[in-house]
């Protein structure tokens, strides 16, 4: 299992960012789960992005059910916490 973080501004379908992995052996719910991507490049502005979890058959919860908005300055960092 996984969560993936999308950008949800860039047209009608959702662009992945990156991927979290899952913690190892998690079975319910797990608070607390953190990750960081490497480089991505974002226009500056606002960004709505979304988070889904994915199992290991693929199938992929709806990134719309759990979203965060961030403006993104010219240097293009941002650190976002979704709950």
């Known amino acids: 299992m996984q969560f993936n973080i999308y950008d949800l501004k860039r047209g009608n379908k959702p662009v992945k960012?990156?991927?979290?992995?899952?913690?190892?052996?998690?079975?319910?719910?797990v608070k607390g789960i953190t990750g960081d991507s490497g480089p991505v490049a974002l226009d500056p502005g606002t960004h709505t992005f979304g988070a889904t979890a994915q199992l290991?058959?693929?199938?992929?919860?709806d990134p719309w059910l759990c979203t965060a908005g961030a403006v993104v300055g010219t240097d293009s960092h941002i650190s976002l916490n979704m709950r």
């Open 56 to 61: 290991a058959d693929g199938q992929e919860s």
């Open 17 to 29: 960012l990156f991927s979290i992995p899952a913690p190892s052996g998690a079975k319910k719910e």
